[in-house]
């Protein structure tokens, strides 16, 4: 069985400072890895995604992520946050056609 | 493309009463699953259908059933509400074998 853990559940920082949102999996065969972001009232919006190739991988607003098979995370970055940002961020991962296993979720507040 | 669009998208019930929710997928999406996002549980998937077929399911009662009709929009209903089953209701499409999930905006239901 797949599982995913966000390690922290809330993540303040201040505007243009770097951040990163941790997410550790668990798996006994390859999975594929995502992140959406969830802003409030709204649906999920995926961020990015990592299904093979490059372990780095780009996704849209600036946020970059690193697949890391021997640590089994996928931890999201960017190194330098907006106010627009603050929204509720999920890692989710599956394998091919099954359905998603999402994090608890990580709440991002960016204040000036 | 249009989006996934859910309606309604605000719904009030009452304990014992059933409900019946509505989503359209992608145009060309043939694949629709349905979660619930709730605080406590975090995001769950309820089930898949493709092709009119269900092809996963997740692990909720019977009362939560969908179907999927030619045209793959898909519905889902739950009977004999709760007040646990208060949530904000996911549907999200792809076009299968590709792994990528889009997401509607949810319904959110509440149960007094």
């Known amino acids: 069985a797949q599982s995913v853990t966000q390690l922290d559940s809330q993540v303040p920082v201040f505007e243009e400072a770097p951040v990163e949102l941790r997410c550790n999996y668990s798996?006994?065969?390859?999975?594929?890895l995502f992140w959406y972001v969830q802003y409030p009232n709204q649906g999920l919006q995926l961020l990015l995604k990592?299904?093979?190739?490059?372990?780095l991988v780009k996704g849209i607003n600036g946020f970059e992520a690193e697949f890391n098979k021997s640590q089994t995370s996928f931890h999201l970055r960017k190194p330098s946050v907006h106010i627009s940002d603050t929204a509720e961020y999920f890692c989710?991962?599956?394998?091919?056609?099954?359905?998603?296993?999402f994090g608890k979720g990580t709440t991002l507040s960016v204040s000036s | 493309k249009a989006g996934v669009t859910q309606t309604p998208r605000y719904l009030i019930k009452t304990r014992g009463q059933q409900v019946t929710l509505s989503c359209s997928p992608i145009?060309?999406?043939?694949?629709v699953s349905w979660y619930q996002q709730t605080p406590g549980q975090g995001l769950q998937f309820l089930f898949e259908y493709f092709s009119e077929t269900q092809r996963n399911k997740g692990n909720f009662p019977g009362r939560f059933s969908g179907r999927q009709f030619s045209n793959s929009r898909s519905e889902m209903n739950v009977s004999t509400l709760e007040l646990g089953d208060s949530a904000l209701y996911l549907c999200a499409s792809r076009t299968l074998p590709l792994n990528e999930q889009f997401f509607g905006p949810g319904t959110r239901l509440t149960v007094l």
């Open positions: 990592y299904l093979s190739g490059s372990t």
């Open positions: 798996s006994s065969v390859s999975v594929y």
């Open positions: 989710a991962v599956n394998q091919a056609g099954t359905a998603l296993i």
């Open positions: 145009s060309g999406h043939r694949s």
